[in-house]
């Protein structure tokens, strides 16, 4: 055996003893700018207090979205959103699957789980939803997909588009249409049910925004008392 031969084959049989990842361990997300920057602007901690504040009238509504199942997945990221009311309790929790589309859109898959209000809370831990796996445990929202779209520089415009998402709908609703905007310290939040005629029947009106939310200072974020707070769960469901 030549030389050359002989060091060629050594390296054939050093590449086949040496250990591989397994096939299981995910690739670091190459995700666009676009969604780089929506998923900084969405993630946090938001309130309507200062609104609240001016308009007695105006109910307080928290919102916390997380990012979940970062090391699980390369090819879309995982979101957990959670809507409280001013003591932290939930009034809707759902996750959202983002991927990037063509031309700078993304699209959300809205997803539930069984018995979701037995992880309210869950956004609080280092590490949401350590031990569940999304294939397993989420149930997906037909007909409910979000598209976002960045809009000059300020904000993403998102909502659904199909008319036949039956999440959350109320008696003699048809149909729910979700509306999202996200700046980069606020997101406004608009749900609005249709009847079969397509009939606005409620929700916010064309003219009106929708539940606005300010990014909160962690500083003076509101201290729950023993009387209101809420702890997650991590049942899992059997």
Known sequence: ???????????????????????????????????????SWIT???????????????????????????????????LYEEITDGNGNPISQRFFRLTDGINGTIEAVLFTMYDI???????????????????????????????F??????????GSVDKNCTHGVKED??????????????VVIAERGF???HEYRWGPTDTEKGLELRRRDPEVAPKPTSATAKTGSSTKKK
């Open 1 to 39: 055996m030549t030389p050359s031969r002989f060091l060629f084959a050594l390296a054939f049989i050093a590449a086949l003893l040496s250990p591989t990842a397994p096939a299981s361990a995910a690739e670091p997300p190459r995700f666009s700018k676009e969604m780089k920057q929506l998923l």
């Open 44 to 78: 946090g901690d938001f309130d309507n207090r200062n609104i609240a504040k001016r308009d007695t009238s105006v109910a307080i509504r928290e919102a916390h979205i997380v990012r979940v199942w970062e090391n699980l997945y390369s090819d879309a990221a995982w």
């Open 117 to 147: 209000s037995a992880v309210a809370g869950e956004y609080k831990k280092k590490v949401p939803f350590e031990g569940y796996e999304p294939r397993q445990d989420l149930d997906e929202l037909p007909d409910c997909n979000l598209f």
């Open 149 to 158: 779209q960045l809009k000059g520089e300020s904000r993403f415009q998102g």
């Open 173 to 186: 609703d048809e149909y729910i249409m979700f509306a999202y905007t996200i700046y980069e310290n606020k």
């Open 195 to 197: 009847s079969d005629r």
